[in-house]
């Protein structure tokens, strides 16, 4: 997961270099004599890669404008954290400054998507963020589970 700016403009590079990469494999695969099925298997793993860092592109392209996707689990607070974080433009050193914990801390957590943190840990988080959580709980049977 692209978590800031940095990031993100490294993966826009790598995404142009892929694809230059793949190009030349396939000529360069034509050229060895293989068949198109075999060009095809050959660089389906370049593309397969390729296309999970566009798809980590695209998420953070719609949490910067502010796109969010509802929580659904508690295992997913974590990722919307960083989302909120990443849309708010704050930094994982700002977001350390006011928790009063080192970056390197932060940059656990976030790697970890808060996996295991505390709910002390995530209203103190939501709290330094200007966050505030209203939970629905609902019955499954009721909602055709």
């Not at 793949?22 to 050229?31: A, N, P, Q, S, W």
């Not at 198109?36 to 397969?48: C, F, H, K, R, Y």
């Not at 932060?106 to 943190?117: C, H, L, P, V």
């Amino acid at each position: 997961m692209i978590k800031n700016e940095t990031a993100y403009q490294k993966a826009l590079e790598k995404l142009k270099q892929d694809k230059i990469f793949t190009t030349k494999e396939k000529v360069r695969f034509v050229e060895m004599g293989l068949n198109d099925e075999q060009v095809n298997m050959a660089v389906e793993p370049l593309i397969s890669f390729h296309e999970q860092l566009k798809e980590e592109v695209e998420y953070y392209e719609r949490v910067k404008r502010g796109l969010f996707n509802p929580i659904h689990k508690f295992t997913d607070i974590g990722k919307s954290l960083i989302a909120f974080r990443i849309y708010m433009n704050m930094t994982q050193s700002e977001l350390a400054k006011k928790l009063e914990v080192s970056e390197a801390q932060i940059s656990r957590d976030e790697r970890n998507e808060y996996y295991g943190a505390t709910t002390e840990k995530i209203e103190a988080v939501m709290s330094a963020m200007g966050m505030k959580a209203t939970i629905n709980i609902e019955i499954a049977a009721a909602l055709g589970a």
